[in-house]
C-alpha cells in the first residue's frame, strides 16, 4: 500500500462521499470495501497517538459516509466493527485500563464515550489495527465464498426455487448448489428494473433451468414454489429486511402459501439500526424507467414514485444465512 501524505486524508473522505452521492459506489458490498479501504488509509496515515483521537476520526468519518448516503446501512456496521477492533488491541495491550462495567460486546460496538485511560500514547497499536482491518477486509472477500458453501444444506434435488432481482450472493449461492443437485430456479423479472433478465441468463448459462416471470406472476406461481431465496441490501435491527423492489410481495405470497423464506447475507450487511419509518428505506429512483417523457401529457398529471427497495418485515423471513 502507498504512503498518502497526512493532508490528503480528508480529500479522499470527500472524494468517497461525493462517490455515495452519485451512487457511483452502490450496494452493500462494494460500499462496505470502500468503507473499510478508506479507514485503513485514515488509520495509517492520519497523525494519532492515542486510541481516543484515532476513534473519534473513524467517528468523524463514518458519520460523514452516512450523511452523503443514508440508505447503505453496512457504512455503520464496518466502522463498529473496526472501533471494536481498536478497544480490543487497546485492552490486550493495557490490561485493566477499561473500567467500563456494562456489555463489553455491545459497548465496543456502539463505541461509547465512558473510557478511562483511552487518551495514553499508543503508537505501537497501529500496526496490530491494519492487520486486523486486513483481517476484516479478507473475510469480505470471502463472505459470498462461504455462504455458498452451506448451499447444498438448503437446495434439495428437484425442488422449485424462486428469487427476484439479481444478487451475486444468491447467483454464488445457486451456482454452488447446481455443481451436485439437479433444480428449477423461477425468477421474477423485477420491473421497471428488470434486474430479473441478467439473472436469468447468468442461471441459464450456467446450465440451471430458469423459467423468468412477470412479477404479476408471483401469487399464481408460488404454490408450486419449494423455497424462495432473497438476496438483501440491509438487515435491520429488528430483523426486517431491505431488498430490491417486489421482495415484500414475494415473501407475502410466500407466507399465504406456506413457503420458506431464506435470505442469503453477509454479516456486513446487518445493522443496529431500528425501522421506525420504513419509508426512508425505499430510495426513489428516476421515474424514467416507469414512464418516461414521451408521455409528457400524462407527467403533468400524476406523480411517479419508483422505489428501488422494499422492507420486509422480520415475521416474513424464515432463516438467514450469513458467511459464519
Known amino acids: 500500500m502507498s504512503a498518502t501524505n497526512p493532508k490528503d486524508v480528508p480529500l479522499q473522505v470527500d472524494i468517497l462521499c461525493d462517490k455515495l452521492r452519485r451512487r457511483q459506489v452502490f450496494g452493500s458490498y462494494n460500499v462496505a470495501m470502500e468503507t473499510i479501504k478508506l479507514i485503513r488509509t485514515v488509520v495509517s496515515n492520519s497523525k494519532w497517538s492515542s486510541a481516543t483521537k484515532i476513534i473519534n476520526t473513524i467517528k468523524d ?38 473500567e467500563y462495567q456494562g456489555d463489553p460486546v455491545l459497548y465496543r460496538y456502539l463505541g461509547g464515550d465512558k473510557q478511562s485511560k483511552l487518551d495514553q500514547n ?76 441478467e439473472m ?20 399464481a406461481i408460488m404454490s408450486r414454489v419449494n423455497k424462495v431465496i432473497l438476496g438483501a441490501h440491509a438487515v435491520t435491527g429488528n ?10 410481495p414475494v415473501a407475502l405470497a410466500a407466507k399465504f402459501t406456506g413457503t420458506p423464506v431464506v435470505v442469503c447475507a453477509g454479516l456486513y450487511k446487518l445493522s443496529l439500526k431500528y425501522p421506525y419509518d420504513t419509508d426512508e428505506f425505499y430510495m426513489p429512483m428516476n421515474p424514467d424507467s416507469a414512464i418516461n417523457f414521451e408521455n409528457g401529457d400524462l407527467i403533468e398529471k400524476v406523480d411517479v414514485v419508483n422505489p428501488y427497495f422494499d422492507f420486509v418485515s422480520p415475521d416474513l423471513v424464515s432463516l438467514f444465512i450469513t458467511n459464519v
Open 61 to 98: 468519518t463514518s458519520k460523514k459516509l452516512s450523511a452523503a448516503q443514508p440508505i447503505e446501512l453496512a457504512i455503520k456496521n464496518i466502522t463498529g466493527r473496526v472501533l471494536h477492533l481498536i478497544r480490543q488491541e487497546y485492552e490486550l495491550k493495557y490490561p485493566n485500563e477499561h
Open 122 to 197: 499508543c503508537y505501537n497499536l497501529k500496526s496490530n489495527i491494519i492487520e486486523g482491518i486486513k483481517e476484516i477486509i479478507d473475510e469480505l472477500e470471502s463472505s459470498s465464498h462461504n455462504i455458498s458453501s452451506q448451499a447444498l444444506e438448503h437446495i434439495h434435488s428437484n425442488e422449485i426455487i424462486l428469487t427476484i432481482g439479481k444478487s451475486e450472493t444468491v447467483f454464488t449461492f445457486l451456482k454452488e448448489a447446481a455443481r451436485s443437485r439437479k433444480f428449477q430456479v423461477i425468477v421474477c423479472e423485477t420491473a421497471p428494473f428488470f434486474n430479473g433478465h
Open 200 to 219: 436469468a441468463k447468468l442461471l441459464a448459462i450456467e446450465g440451471i433451468e430458469t423459467t423468468l416471470i412477470t412479477d404479476s406472476a408471483i401469487f
Open 239 to 248: 430483523g426486517g429486511l431491505v431488498a430490491i423492489t417486489g421482495s415484500q
